[in-house]
């Protein structure tokens, strides 16, 4: 950390001011690091005003231009009052052996599982999901649950190639994912590649700033059917990975209901489609978690992160659980 932290200060006093909207660059203090589960993220102050500067180690979204990719989304929600502003992004390497981005520092709580919390989640995501993205660099799902499918295939494939995966963890996922190919084919055509979604909607990436709720951590967003993200904030994995317990009926409905609402849409098509697609969704996170988790155990987490992610072991464990695929299988009959 040490390190970085005298690379950060060395960059931001040879950087040309106006790159962060500033006349001149007086003063340089790096307040702390709070390290993502792919990035590294300084809270750094320039003359008295709070940027966060981000390092991208990891690449979550497979792309080889991750932290130009986020850039381009926040400057597309730039005025939009959902995420943060972008000043700048380097990809260079040239100061760093990773990509760089600095945006505006949000400060401020996040989500909790309050009534009032959640409304404010869905309206949110309803604003968001109505913007008509028109730029070609975003990334897009064609075929929503159908891509959803390959994307849990994929996860699937990951886990068992590592060296301490859970065999029966691994056949129970198996035996979802067969059990659920019969449905994807059955109803792939209830899903539209219609909103930008910003695929990653747990608590902890909302953050209660005094400008208002905003969106974090946009590494990979895509155009999508908007259910995912929902299916995403309503998953009971995604839930736990945020907090030790999931939400319950009355405020899953409290966040259908707001969200069909606010967006005009049709609940009871929505709640059938959240039903359909939600079990894949969180088959991605369990296996998302167990994972990380087998990475840690492996020695093949990226050096840089490997104390983050040693932190979140409670975390993986508590989302990587086989009662949490029992849990789907059961819902599936």
């Known amino acids: 950390m040490l390190n970085e932290t005298k690379n950060i200060e060395r960059y931001l006093k040879k950087l040309s001011p106006d790159r962060l909207g500033l006349k001149t660059i007086d003063s340089v203090q790096i307040l702390n690091q709070t390290p993502g589960s792919y990035n590294l993220n300084f809270h750094i102050r320039v ?3 709070d940027f966060n500067f981000r390092i991208n180690i990891d690449q979550q979204s497979g792309l080889s231009n991750q932290i130009e990719y986020e850039y381009r989304v926040l400057k597309f929600l730039e005025g939009r009052h959902i995420g943060p502003r972008a000043f700048l992004v380097d990809d260079t390497c ?3 052996d990773f990509g ?3 945006q505006q520092y949000l400060k401020g709580p996040y989500l909790t599982q309050a009534p009032r919390d959640i409304t404010s989640a869905a309206e949110l995501l309803s604003p968001l999901h109505a913007l008509k993205p028109v730029a070609t660099h975003f990334g897009t799902w064609q075929d929503p649950l159908v891509d959803t499918y390959k994307l849990v295939q ?3 494939n990951g886990y068992a190639s590592k060296q301490s995966c859970d065999k029966q963890l691994l056949n129970m996922a198996k035996k979802c994912l067969k059990e659920l190919k019969p449905r994807i084919r059955l109803h792939r055509g209830r899903y539209h590649p219609e909103s930008l979604n910003h695929t990653d909607v747990g608590l902890d990436n909302f953050i209660q ?3 208002g709720l905003r969106l974090i951590d946009w590494e990979k967003p895509r155009i999508d059917d908007n259910t995912y993200d929902m299916c995403c904030f309503l998953s009971e994995p995604a839930a736990l990975w945020c907090a030790p317990k999931v939400l319950d009926k009355q405020k899953r409905r409290q ?3 707001t969200y069909a609402r606010l967006s005009q849409k049709d609940q009871t098509d929505l709640m059938a489609k959240i039903k359909i697609r939600e079990p894949l969704v969180s088959l991605h996170w369990i296996l998302w978690g167990a994972t990380k988790f087998c990475d840690l155990q492996d020695s093949s987490t ?6 983050a992610h040693k932190k979140k072991i409670v975390r993986y464990q508590r989302i990587a659980r086989k009662e949490h695929i029992e849990k789907i299988l ?3 009959e």
Do not use: G
Not at 302 to 307: A, T, V
């Open 47 to 49: 003359n008295q005003i």
């Open 302 to 307: 990226s050096p840089k992160l490997i104390e």
């Open 209 to 211: 700033s005094p400008d």
């Open 100 to 102: 760089i981005m600095i």
């Open 154 to 156: 994929d996860d699937f």
């Open 94 to 96: 040239r100061d760093f």
């Open 255 to 257: 966040f259908i209901e």
């Open 330 to 332: 059961d819902s599936l």
